[in-house]
C-alpha cells in the first residue's frame, strides 16, 4: 500500500552499524581519562568545607599532600568517638604523626620537586582552631611552609 | 596454490566496544573531576622561644576572634563586612592619620617613580575554641582586602587589573602591597 515499499513487501526495520561504537566509547575513556584525577585516599571523616570566594586553584596533584581534620564517619564513631581527628593517608592519626607523614612525603617527591610541596588542609568547618593551630604548629616544625585551607567557592553577588 | 590465497581471517570487533565500556565505568568510578583550591599562606619558620619583635602599636591591625566567633578590631566589637575596608583604610592611611599605619617612600625595581609602603601588619588572633569556619571567613576577608588593594595599586600605575599583568609585574606589585598577615598563637581572649 504504502508508497515506500517499492516491492510491496514489509521489510524488517535496518539495524544501525554499530562498528563506531567502540570510536564513541574510546573517546569518552579518554576525556575522562585526561580531564580527571585518580583518588587516591579513602576519607574516614566527614566533613564540611568552610566557604571562600579568594581561592586559589592548586596546580599540581602531585605536589600535594593532604591532611583531613573532621568528624569520624558513621562507622568509625563506635571507636574514634564524635570529636575531630586527624586523618593521615588512609589511617587516624595524632599531632605527634604529622611530622613524620611529611617527612615521608617529602621524600617520596623529586629533589626539584621538595620545595614546591603544599600541604592542603582539609578541614570540617566546625572543627575547633586549637587542633588547627596544633597541625599548623607541627608544620612549621617539620619546615613545610606552604599551605593551603581548602575551601569551597562561593558565588558572590557583584556589588560593583 | 588454493590455500595461498586465503587472507587472514578478521579479528571479530564486536566486543570492542564492552572492553572499552568496561575501561570506562572503572574511570568513572575510580577518579575525581574536582580540583580543590584553598586560601593560599604561607607559614612562618619554627623559632624556639624568640621575642616578639616590637611593633608600633598603630602599625598593627588586630583582629581577634573569640571562642563564640565574635569579631573585633583593634579591641572593639566589628562586623565581619568591616574588615575588608578598615584594612585596606589602615594599609593606604589616605589623610595620613596618627593611629593609622606609617608609610614609607621607596623605589621598587619594576616599578616607575617612588612609592608609598605601608609597614602595617595585620595580626590574626584567634582562641583554641573559634571555629574553624569563623576562622575562615576572617582569611577570606583580610585576603580579598590584600586583593583588591593589589588590584586598584595595579590599575593607578599600569592601567590593568593584577591578573592581567605578567610575571614580572606581579611581583613587583607583591613586594609593594606584601599579605601581612602574622598568626599570633592563639590566646584566651575575652
Known amino acids: ?160 | 596454490m588454493a590455500r595461498k590465497r586465503k587472507s587472514t581471517p578478521e579479528i571479530n570487533g564486536s566486543s570492542m566496544a564492552d572492553v572499552a565500556f568496561i575501561l570506562l565505568v572503572f574511570f568513572i568510578v575510580s577518579t575525581t573531576m574536582d580540583v580543590d583550591s584553598g586560601i593560599y599562606r604561607v607559614l612562618p619558620h619554627w623559632v624556639e622561644d624568640v621575642e616578639a619583635p616590637k611593633i608600633n602599636k598603630r602599625n598593627t591591625f588586630v583582629v581577634s576572634i573569640n571562642k563564640n566567633n565574635d569579631l573585633g578590631i583593634n579591641g572593639e566589637y566589628a562586623y565581619i563586612t568591616d574588615i575588608k575596608d578598615r584594612l585596606k583604610e589602615f594599609i593606604l592611611n589616605p589623610r595620613d592619620d596618627q593611629h593609622l599605619s606609617e608609610k614609607e617612600f621607596k623605589e621598587v625595581e619594576g616599578i616607575p617613580g617612588t612609592v608609598a609602603m605601608s609597614k602595617g601588619i595585620v595580626s590574626l588572633q584567634n582562641d583554641r575554641g573559634t571555629d574553624y569556619g569563623a576562622y575562615m571567613e576572617v582569611q577570606n576577608e583580610l585576603v580579598k582586602g590584600f586583593n583588591e588593594l593589589r588590584d586598584e595599586f595595579s590599575m593607578a600605575t599600569f592601567g590593568m587589573r593584577f591578573d592581567k599583568l605578567d610575571e614580572a609585574k606581579q611581583e613587583a606589585v607583591r613586594k609593594v602591597i606584601p599579605t601581612a598577615i602574622s598568626e599570633a598563637e592563639p590566646e584566651e581572649i575575652k
Do not use: C
Request: aromatic share 8%; no cysteine.
Open chain 1, 1 to 160: 500500500m504504502s508508497r515506500f515499499d517499492r516491492k510491496g513487501k514489509t521489510k524488517g526495520v535496518p539495524s544501525i552499524s554499530t562498528s563506531s561504537l567502540p570510536d564513541i566509547v574510546f573517546t569518552l575513556l579518554f576525556f575522562f581519562m585526561v580531564s580527571t584525577t585518580l583518588r587516591e585516599t579513602t576519607v574516614n571523616v566527614s566533613y564540611r568545607l568552610p566557604e571562600a570566594t579568594e581561592t586559589v586553584k592548586l596546580e599540581k596533584k602531585s605536589l600535594v599532600t593532604n591532611i583531613y581534620v573532621g568528624a569520624p564517619r558513621m562507622e568509625y564513631q563506635a571507636r574514634y568517638g564524635t570529636d575531630s581527628k586527624i586523618q593521615l593517608d588512609d589511617k587516624f592519626a595524632s599531632l605527634g604523626d604529622i611530622r613524620g607523614f611529611i617527612a615521608g612525603e617529602w621524600e617520596k617527591r623529586d629533589e626539584a620537586d621538595r620545595p614546591k610541596m603544599t600541604v592542603s588542609i582539609k578541614a570540617d568547618e566546625k572543627t575547633k582552631m586549637g587542633i588547627i593551630t596544633d597541625i599548623k604548629t607541627e608544620l612549621r616544625k617539620a619546615e613545610a611552609l606552604k599551605v593551603s585551607y581548602i575551601a569551597r567557592k562561593k558565588v558572590v553577588d557583584t556589588k560593583y
